[in-house]
Every structure is written in C-alpha cells, then in structure tokens.
C-alpha cells in the first residue's frame, strides 16, 4: 500500500473514530500531495520517495512550530503541535540510531577514500543521496566532521 492510500484510508479512520487531530494531519497530508500532483508535468502519481520527503518536510515545519511555541512557554500549542509531528512521523521510515550512522558513515568514507576534512564534499554528496529518509542532514554533517576531523 503506497503512503498515498494509508493516508487516505486512514483519513476515513480517523473522521470514523472522531480522531480531530489525526484527521487534521492526514488531511494536511492529502493537501501537501495533491498540490504537488496538480503542478505542470507532474505525474499522475507520485513516488512513495517524494512522498516521505514532503512529510519529513511537514514534520519539519511542525517540530519548529514546537520549539519556538516552548520558548514563548505555550504549553498547550507545544502539546498540539508534538501530537501531530508523531502522526507524521509514523509516515516516515525509522531514523538510523547513532551507531548505525556511523557505521553507515564510516563505509562511505572508505568508500569514498576520503582522509580529510577537505574531501567531506565528497562524502556527504554519497551520503545525503544514500542516507535520505533515514538521517538528519544536520546530524550527517556534524557525524562527517567528527570522522574526518
């Protein structure tokens, strides 16, 4: 089942279980699909791969929303906005754990035959494309420089 059917089936789920706030979400999500199907060229259907970069996007967005709403000590928006990033995380392929992005990152490293700090264009090219979905850019970035620092 493409992430574009669960979430439509599950929009039918959650209006049947009265669930506002995943409906909310799924609906968010249906909306964020729809707009980039209908853009010019577009396919008619849309790759799961470009699907979970959209909601990596939303959920994003949302734990952004999160931190600045903690700051500003809005408990009850903090709580709201969390709720719907673990809706849109449940889209999401498992994130690597720290040991497995450095493993992962050790690899490519020698893959690549990089030895220094001045080659992690290098690696992180390789990485980004093969880590995508699965680690945070910012994550990988500082795990390269721990590695070839």
Do not use: W
């Amino acid at each position: 089942m493409t992430i574009e059917e669960r979430v439509s089936k599950g929009i039918m789920e959650a209006m049947k279980a009265k669930d506002t706030i995943r409906l909310e979400v799924l609906r968010n999500i249906k909306k964020v699909i729809l707009e980039a199907k209908s853009v010019a060229g577009a396919p008619e259907h849309l790759e799961d791969a470009d699907c979970v970069k959209m909601i990596q996007k939303l959920a994003k967005q949302g734990t952004d929303a999160a931190d600045i709403y903690k700051q500003q000590n809005r408990e009850d928006l903090y709580t709201h906005e969390m709720a719907q990033v673990a809706i849109l995380n449940e889209f999401l392929p498992k994130q690597l754990t720290e040991e497995e992005l450095t493993t992962a990152l050790r690899a490519i490293i020698e893959r690549v035959g990089a030895t220094s700090m001045k080659e992690m264009g290098k690696v992180m090219g390789v990485a980004t494309k093969e880590l995508a979905g699965v680690a945070d850019g910012k994550l990988v970035s500082a795990k390269v420089k721990e590695l070839l620092g």
